[in-house]
């Protein structure tokens, strides 16, 4: 059974286009989180969400847009993708009061060409 | 800014060996710590948390936390080549902040 996961597994487009991200948790958790991963492997939060409610906005441009329309659920809105988007992201969940507990799900490969 | 500091490595032991990972942190309220093991292409998977000074166990797996030193480690006994990864040190302060991991390589 799939306790995290995301789509699409690979996302490769062109500078100026939009795209989205999709997570999914299955395992009745209270928190779930954007991560994102650069080339040198450094995981940074960017977002986190608490039973839909937006708890950490990290530094982040404003053309990410996080979304979640239920608490199973936390998309990522990406405007006008620049070169330097380019990274893994992972979406991560946890249960509540236990937000060092996290579950991350597989990543998407993001390539911004 | 609140970090986590870890070695990039690569550290490379033999299989048998102890291999030892270290990890560094600026923030004094920082109350728990995370060690995240991350194959190649895949995700973290958390192996080992420590909230205490001193040690704590788990199977071949010691972590060990020195508050005053501000301080974290991961020992790993009897390293196999399915060791082999890179080990993300996280700290606790509101939200988990990252080091920029090491890469361990465990040598047959």
């Known amino acids: 059974d799939t306790a995290v996961s995301q789509t699409p597994k690979y996302l490769v487009t062109q500078m100026g286009n939009d795209k989205s991200i999709k997570c999914e948790q299955n395992l009745g958790h209270d928190t779930m989180y954007w991560y994102k991963q650069d080339s040198k492997k450094f995981l940074k939060i960017m977002f986190s969400?608490?039973?839909?409610?937006?708890?950490i906005n990290e530094t982040v441009p404003n053309r990410f847009s996080p979304k979640s329309p239920d608490k199973a659920h936390l998309n990522l809105h990406i405007n006008s993708l620049e070169l330097g988007d380019s990274a893994v992201y992972f979406c991560?969940?946890?249960?509540?009061?236990?937000?060092?507990?996290?579950?991350f799900g597989p990543g998407t490969r993001l390539t911004v060409t | 800014q609140k970090e986590v500091e870890q070695n990039s490595g690569p550290l490379s032991v033999p299989e048998g060996a102890i291999a030892s990972l270290n990890c560094t942190y600026s923030?004094?309220?920082?109350?728990?710590f995370f060690w995240y093991r991350q194959y190649s292409g895949k995700s973290p998977e958390l192996i080992m948390f420590?909230?205490?000074?001193g040690d704590k166990e788990d199977g071949r797996f010691t972590a060990q936390l020195n508050k005053a030193s501000q301080y974290v480690s991961l020992l790993i006994r009897d390293s196999q080549p399915s060791d082999s990864a890179t080990y993300l040190c996280a700290g606790q302060g509101g939200k988990l902040i990252f080091g920029q991991g090491t890469e361990l390589s465990v040598k047959p």
């Open positions: 991560a969940s946890s249960p509540l009061g236990s937000e060092d507990e996290q579950y």
């Open positions: 923030d004094r309220g920082s109350q728990s």
């Open positions: 969400y608490n039973n839909k409610e937006l708890i």
């Open positions: 420590i909230y205490s000074n």
